[in-house]
């Protein structure tokens, strides 16, 4: 079974621009997670996400940061603008719906990204 | 929002020692689970706690639920190189919304 999938495991842009971040759950899960990491800090959370549904956004910036997890394909975390301050990683966790998830989280191996 | 306090926040230590750290927290949870992250990989369950009081072992890890359900400890025996990393506590409620929360990590260094 595949992991947790993400991608660009490395990302580099100019400010202004924009990043797109994929990740791909684990197969059967429907529920993903996405939390930040700055160099040398702990694991923030950002967002909560089931299939076409944002249950907790309570981490996000409200502004420049999105995210969604549609019906088909990958969630994706979508920074517009990036400034200096996005540089970081991102990682994303997925774990099974209902009564199956038992706080358990998948980790991918998290996208880096460098604003220059 | 919730936040999970996580000591010591650094610590290094002899190859061979053992290793204690804890984490608090001001609210309950019915889950409590230990995550190593290993340097520029992604977080890894060690261990999961599901009852107040448990106590449970992986190899040379144990981790303990503590029985206000409030906190909970990991230790690790007899510590070798690949140990390092940053070690994360999270607490967890089913049912309902279920969202993770982390503590912010213990990094761990050890000298041979």
Known sequence: NAGVMQNPRHLVRRRGQEARLRCSPMKGHSHVYWYRQLPEEGLKFMVYLQKENIIDESGMPKERFSAEFPKEGPSILRIQQVVRGDSAAYFCASSPPGLASTGELFFGEGSRLTVL | ?112
């Open chain 2, 1 to 112: 929002g919730q936040q999970l306090n996580q000591s010591p926040q650094s610590m290094f230590i002899q190859e061979g020692e053992d290793v204690s750290m804890n984490c608090t927290s001001s609210s309950i949870f019915n889950t409590w689970l230990w995550y190593k992250q290993d340097p520029g990989e992604g977080p890894v369950l060690l261990i999961a706690l599901y009852k107040a009081g448990e106590l449970t072992s992986n190899g040379r890890l144990t981790a303990q639920f503590g029985i206000t359900r409030k906190d909970s400890f990991l230790n690790i025996s007899a510590s070798i190189p690949s140990d390092v990393g940053i070690y994360f506590c999270a607490g967890f409620n089913s049912g309902g919304y279920q969202k993770v929360t982390f503590g912010i990590g213990t990094k761990l260094q050890v000298i041979p």
